[in-house]
């Protein structure tokens, strides 16, 4: 079982940047397809985007299409999450997640979480 440590997170002001990172463990990462996922105080946790680990394919959620860049370093046992034009609305905690499959969205079941890290957007 891979286990996920995320960080990165923190305050900015609107229109700023943050980089999340998601360190992981154990010797599968390589074959993982790897997501982000947030939740907003008093929402349901959502998709934000994904990588395949079979062809490094990405998946965005629309919401973040064109700010947000989702990469992987299979030597280091990594994803990152980098965050560029960022409003108040991407205020969350952000998780890291994995899964065996090689689909990213839909009937997708991931089974590795971290902690979360909290990134906060202020105007």
């Known amino acids: 079982q891979v286990q996920l440590v995320e960080s990165g997170g923190g305050l900015v002001q609107a229109g700023g940047s943050l980089r999340l990172s998601c360190a992981a463990s154990g010797r599968t990462f390589s074959s993982r397809t790897m997501a982000w996922f947030r939740q907003a105080p008093g929402k349901e946790r959502e998709f934000v985007a994904g990588i395949s680990w079979l062809n490094g394919y990405r998946v965005y959620a629309d919401s973040v299409k064109g700010r947000f860049t989702i990469s992987r370093d299979n030597a280091k046992n990594t994803v990152y999450l980098q965050m560029n034009s960022l409003k108040p609305e991407d205020t969350a905690v952000y998780y890291c997640?994995?899964?065996?499959?090689?689909?990213?969205?839909?009937?997708?079941?991931?089974?590795?979480w971290g902690q979360g890290t909290q990134v906060t957007v202020s105007s």
């Open positions: 997640a994995a899964t065996s499959s090689v689909v990213i969205t839909g009937r997708v079941e991931y089974d590795a």
